[in-house]
């Protein structure tokens, strides 16, 4: 069995930084995709940012230039450091990885609260 596990949400002011990980543990073959997404109260969840183990990323075009996604493959690890926060960057935010046997698996959710 394949767990993802998140760490380090909390609370920041507009302009602070937060650095989320997510760490997978359990029987892992290989993990293709990585990724974090987002959910404020009353919205869809949304991809935040996502990362191939060859390295390639993609972003949410509102956090283009504020966000960065990397990844640690063996450690099967994936970071997002979030720089700039904003008031509406607001939500629980999930990590979501993908694994070749146990397919799309996502971890508990994190609390981001960016508020002055």
């Known amino acids: 069995q394949v767990q993802l596990v998140e760490s380090g949400g909390g609370s920041v002011q507009p302009g602070g930084s937060l650095r989320l990980s997510c760490a997978a543990s359990g029987v892992i073959f290989s993990i293709n995709i990585m990724g974090w997404y987002r959910q404020a109260p009353g919205k869809e969840r949304e991809l935040v940012a996502a990362?191939?183990?060859?390295?390639?990323?993609n972003y949410a075009n509102s956090v283009k230039g504020r966000f960065t996604i990397s990844r640690d493959n063996a450690k099967n690890t994936v970071y997002l450091q979030m720089n700039s926060l904003k008031p509406e960057d607001t939500a629980v935010y999930y990590c979501?990885?993908?694994?070749?046997?146990?397919?799309?698996?996502w971890g508990q959710g994190t609390q981001v609260t960016v508020s002055s």
């Open positions: 990362i191939t183990s060859g390295g390639s990323t």
């Open positions: 979501n990885a993908n694994e070749y046997f146990a397919g799309d698996l």
